[in-house]
């Protein structure tokens, strides 16, 4: 049995069925002084740290780990993460999530800074200056060269949902083709570095530049037949970088796979370089055998009043994959992946819109549906997005058009979450 089919097997080991799924989050915030300046989020630690457990690297606070909830240091300075602890339904995510929010608005409050609904630095431009100072951001700097510092502006909304053995590989190709369908509701990073960036999303287009030719960000090159293929797919990419048990991360040269086959490895220590190797790749949708669950990790930071809109999203996704799946195999048939792929473009750049009429609400019906079956009144979290498509308006355009009319202090002044 060759490594790659030991680490498939051993992969696919992470993922059980569960009766109901679990969801989970990583909310990334902006958070900048009133001119729209990114702040250092490292003055809000001793505000947040009663009660937590903090972590470092070295010096630095790089954690503040909870039971319900944490807050985490991203590669931007100005960047905050609330990461919820995974829940059984909605609710409780909300309410995990809210918590911790109010919480982390109490002290930008205290410093006079603002926490942001919004997708990106909206006017710090990418410079060494604004990244964190973590051992392993230097060694991608190193690697991907100026392009990795696109991840120290932007604020994703990434939701990890539960998924089981037998629907893995599937759910995983859906969610990779519904690319344009979150990017079109939650795109909200239009305007960073001062200006209008052209993008609804620049945080797709501007980190869609990493390793393009090998599909390393957004959606991947095509459906993969089994968790074989991903596997192999990902040992294929170009190798940036490995963990050493006695020292700092080290850059590394060609792929992982070329690395794996030199010689034989250790089982585990080949294991545990790839998984390491596999964080650093950024497709649309990534299944987390840390976590077993499905990474959907597209969407923008959302507004304040309707954050949880991506996380609904994504739910609803996973538990209508089947029928979303074979209701576009009906419209699209074997054209579905070019025709998404050019739509995705369409809304990185443009927001909302349609590339066949009804298709988006089509979509959204069926999401509806499927959170519906679970019986447990999570699809009242869906309603911002259907009122999204009857307006024809993302949060990028209302973003973009706010900053049109009063430039970065009317963008802060509509971005900014209020307590």
């Known amino acids: ?249 080290v850059a590394e040269t060609g792929s992982f796979a070329a690395w794996m086959d030199e010689k034989t490895r250790d089982e585990d220590e080949g294991w545990q370089a790839f998984l390491f190797h596999e964080h650093y790749i950024w497709n649309t949708a990534r299944p987390r055998s840390a976590h077993g669950t499905l990474e959907l990790r597209s969407a923008g930071q959302q507004p304040g009043d309707s954050h949880f809109a991506a996380a609904a999203l994504s739910l609803g996704i996973v538990e209508a994959g089947a029928e979303i799946a074979g209701w576009l195999d009906e419209v699209l048939r074997e054209e579905a992946w070019p025709t998404m792929r050019r739509w995705q473009h369409q809304t990185v750049r443009d927001g909302l819109c349609d590339p066949v009429p009804g298709l988006l609400s089509g979509i959204l019906d069926l999401c509806r549906q499927g959170l519906e079956r679970r019986g447990l009144g999570e699809e009242v979290y869906m309603e911002p997005l259907f009122a999204r498509v009857a307006a024809g308006r993302n949060p990028a355009q209302e973003s973009l058009a706010a900053f049109r009319a009063g430039g970065i202090e009317a963008l802060v002044e509509h971005t900014r979450i209020r307590p």
């Open 1 to 249: 049995m060759s490594w790659r089919d030991r680490f498939s097997a051993r992969f696919g080991t992470a993922f059980a069925d569960r009766t109901l799924r679990t969801v989970g989050r990583e909310a990334e915030h902006p958070v900048v002084h009133p001119d729209g300046t990114a702040a250092d989020i490292s003055v809000l630690w001793e505000d947040l740290s009663p009660g937590m457990q903090v972590k470092r690297e070295g010096d630095l606070i790089v954690l503040l780990d909870g039971p319900d909830y944490a807050y985490s240091a991203e590669v931007g300075i100005g960047t905050v993460e609330i990461i919820t602890q995974p829940q059984a339904d909605l609710h409780a995510l909300n309410a995990c999530y809210e918590a911790a929010r109010s919480r982390l608005l109490d002290a930008t409050g205290k410093h006079g800074l603002e926490l942001l609904g919004y997708g990106i630095q909206p006017l710090t431009p990418a410079t060494l200056d604004l990244m964190s100072a973590k051992e392993r951001y230097g060694v991608l700097l190193e690697v991907l060269g100026n392009p990795w510092l696109w991840f120290t502006l932007t604020a994703s909304d990434q939701v990890h949902v539960t998924v089981g053995p037998s629907e893995l590989i599937a759910q995983t190709n859906l969610a990779n083709l519904l690319a344009p369908v979150a990017v079109a509701l939650c795109a909200n990073s239009p305007v960073y570095g001062g200006q209008d960036s052209g993008f609804a999303s620049a945080r797709e287009g501007r980190m869609g530049e990493i390793h393009a030719e090998s599909f390393r960000h957004g959606m991947p090159e095509g459906p993969s037949p089994d968790l074989h293929d991903w596997i192999s797919r990902l040992a294929d990419q170009p190798w940036l970088m490995s963990r050493r048990a006695d020292g700092p991360p």
